[in-house]
């Protein structure tokens, strides 16, 4: 750590930490080494994700469940395995609310399926409602529009201040008696803002709704305690936190997950099937059907024990002083505008923002050439884009292997980028 950064705490070992991440040594544009800051849409894999991948693959590949033989009942045992490691991760109360998807957006549009087709208390139909917040990414907006659509139901949601915070002021007219189901992300994607949970629970809780939390960007960067939450659902996808793509959670209230239709039909699923009609299994299984997705079940138990190993309260330390340090960097840079709150205070790591009137495209590419790697565009968030009347944004992201260092590179880069463009 040079001099300058030497003012700040609860930084992590990263110099120990990135020689466990392969890609972050790479070499890319006329010598430079990557400056890694996407993790926001997708974290990199240290050896031992990848190591468990490859001998998952090359001593125990077989699908899961259903072999006799030894390499079968090995598969299974990964698998479930990783269920366990999960719910340990998540302080589940049963491994059996687990519930494993290919990605967060898979694991959103079954909670609205499985309420879609559900008998009552929990349907929703064209006299319920259903509440959401502006500053949700596409997955978390769509399959409730698509609801909405399907059944009639009324989709309200919860606006923006200029800060880049939730305005709760009329939190009583959008979660109302009428509310069946109220979803939004703990922590935004686009604008970093971390969302009072405890106040939006309250007030669903007060008149009978159900809780679904966006938890992508929380999961891979903090303490995730489902019970603590007191959430009905949590969604969260592996790729974000060091694990594989192709694996995401959800998380369920035990009650709900017995009660609820299942989303998937075929093989797994079901206890007994006749012509007529099929009975299903219990849960977890009853939501999780065809082959899963097991070796990136086991990639994912591998990447739970990685984060586990070093600690999620570490990983936010060290997260925080990044952050705080980035956000001071950043409002030095002239005509620079953070899009979201402008203090590390209840905010995540992603920071998204405008330079003067250089399109973030244009920004991104020219980062690109000088080795640094960032987000442009609207973030599958284009909703948070029209409230604040912008076309798009830059966003750089960072994750326990960040350093203050790679936070000074993103600064000159963009002192580059002013002077490319005049």
């Given at each position: 750590?040079?001099?300058?950064?030497?003012?700040?705490?609860?930084?992590?070992?990263t110099e120990a930490?990135?020689?466990?991440?392969?890609?972050?040594?790479?070499?890319?544009?006329?010598?430079?080494?990557?400056?890694?800051?996407?993790?926001?849409?997708?974290?990199q894999k240290p050896r031992q994700v990848l190591d468990a991948l490859n001998e998952y693959y090359e001593q125990?590949?077989?699908?899961?469940?259903?072999?006799?033989?030894?390499?079968?009942?090995?598969?299974?045992?990964?698998?479930?395995?990783?269920?366990?490691?999960?719910?340990?991760?998540?302080?589940?109360?049963?491994r059996d609310e687990v519930i494993f998807t290919k990605n967060a957006s898979e694991s959103l549009n079954l909670v609205a399926n499985m309420l879609g087709w559900a008998d009552e208390p929990y349907r929703v139909d064209h006299e319920t409602e259903i509440a959401i917040t502006e500053m949700e990414h596409h997955s978390n907006i769509v399959p409730w529009q698509l609801l909405a659509q399907r059944t009639g139901a009324k989709l309200k949601?919860?606006?923006?201040?200029?800060?880049?915070?939730?305005?709760?002021s009329n939190i009583e007219e959008v979660i109302t008696e009428k509310t069946k189901i109220v979803s939004f992300t703990l922590v935004s994607n686009l604008l970093g803002t971390i969302n009072p949970v405890e106040t939006i629970i309250r007030r669903a809780q007060e008149v009978g709704?159900?809780?679904?939390?966006?938890?992508?960007?929380?999961?891979?960067?903090?303490?995730?305690?489902?019970?603590?939450?007191?959430?009905?659902?949590?969604?969260?996808t592996g790729h974000k936190m060091?694990?594989?793509?192709?694996?995401?959670?959800?998380?369920?209230?035990?009650?709900?997950?017995?009660?609820?239709?299942?989303?998937?039909?075929?093989?797994?699923?079901?206890?007994?099937?006749?012509?007529?009609?099929?009975?299903?299994?219990?849960?977890?299984?009853k939501f999780e059907a065809g082959t899963p997705p097991i070796a990136q079940a086991v990639g994912l138990g591998a990447a739970v024990d990685y984060l586990s190993?070093?600690?999620?309260?570490?990983?936010?330390?060290?997260?925080?002083?990044?952050?705080?340090?980035?956000?001071?960097?950043l409002q030095e840079v002239p005509d620079l505008r953070i899009i979201g709150p402008t203090t590390a205070e209840d905010r995540g790591a992603a920071i998204s923002f405008t330079l003067g009137d250089i399109h973030p495209h244009d920004v991104g590419q020219v980062l690109d050439e000088e080795g640094i790697a960032v987000r442009v565009g609207h973030h599958c968030a284009r909703p948070v884009c029209l409230r604040y009347g912008i076309p798009a944004t830059t966003?750089?992201?960072?994750?326990?292997?960040?350093t203050p260092a790679e936070v000074d590179a993103l600064v000159a880069g963009l002192e580059h980028v002013r002077n490319f463009f005049g």
């Open positions: 750590m040079t001099s300058a950064h030497q003012g700040l705490s609860g930084l992590l070992d930490i990135r020689k466990d991440f392969p890609l972050l040594d790479r070499v890319v544009h006329d010598g430079k080494k990557i400056v890694y800051l996407d993790s926001a849409a997708t974290s125990h590949n077989a699908n899961v469940h259903r072999g006799v033989y030894l390499v079968a009942e090995e598969a299974t045992a990964l698998y479930e395995g990783a269920r366990d490691k999960v719910a340990a991760f998540i302080n589940a109360p049963s949601w919860f606006g923006l201040t200029d800060d880049g915070r939730l305005d709760l709704a159900l809780v679904c939390i966006d938890a992508s960007q929380a999961a891979p960067h903090m303490v995730l305690d489902v019970q603590a939450l007191q959430a009905d659902f949590v969604a969260f060091c694990g594989p793509t192709g694996i995401g959670v959800l998380w369920g209230r035990q009650e709900l997950l017995e009660d609820l239709p299942p989303f998937l039909g075929g093989g797994e699923m079901i206890e007994t099937v006749s012509m007529h009609s099929s009975t299903y299994a219990p849960a977890p299984h190993a070093i600690g999620m309260e570490n990983i936010a330390r060290h997260e925080h002083a990044i952050t705080e340090y980035a956000v001071r960097r966003r750089a992201s960072f994750y326990l292997y960040s």
